[in-house]
C-alpha cells in the first residue's frame, strides 16, 4: 500500500513562510495530479493546490500569489511554498496524489494522514 508522508509543517508568525513536503513511499504511475488540501476545525477539507501532470495549476483564491506548488515527478514528490502567511491559513494539511486506476478503469486517490500548519503571533 502506498504511504504518502508530509513533512514542513509547524508553528510561523504571520508575514513567515513555510514549505511543505510529500513523498509517496513507493513509485505512482498514472498520475493524474498532486496537491494539498486543508481543513480547519469546524470546516470541510478544501483543495488549497494541486499541479496536474499535464503542468496545469490549480489554487484556491484564497492562497493565489502567496502559495507556490511544485512536482518532482521522478521521485514521485510534491511541495507546497507557502509565503506571506496569514493566520486564517491554519490548518491541517493533506497531500493527495490521483492516479489512474487500471483495477476499476477510473481514477482513484492516495492521501496523506496530514500535517499541522499553526500561524499565530
Known amino acids: 500500500q502506498v504511504q504518502l508522508v508530509e513533512s514542513g509543517g509547524g508553528l510561523a508568525q504571520p508575514g513567515e513562510s513555510l514549505t511543505l513536503s510529500c513523498a509517496a513511499s513507493?513509485?505512482?504511475?498514472?498520475?493524474?495530479?498532486m496537491g494539498w488540501y486543508r481543513q480547519s476545525p469546524g470546516s470541510q477539507r478544501a483543495l488549497v493546490a494541486g499541479k496536474l501532470t499535464s503542468g496545469q495549476e490549480m489554487y484556491a483564491d484564497s492562497v493565489k500569489g502567496r502559495f507556490t506548488i511544485s512536482r518532482d515527478n521522478a521521485k514521485n514528490t510534491v511541495y507546497l511554498q507557502m509565503n506571506s502567511l496569514k493566520p486564517e491559513d491554519t490548518a491541517v494539511y493533506f497531500c493527495?496524489?490521483?492516479?489512474?486506476?487500471?483495477?476499476?478503469?477510473?481514477?482513484?486517490?492516495?492521501w496523506g494522514r496530514g500535517t499541522q500548519v499553526t500561524v499565530s503571533s
Open positions: 493527495y496524489v490521483t492516479y489512474s486506476d487500471l483495477g476499476t478503469g477510473g481514477r482513484s486517490t492516495y
Open positions: 513507493e513509485i505512482i504511475y498514472s498520475i493524474y495530479d
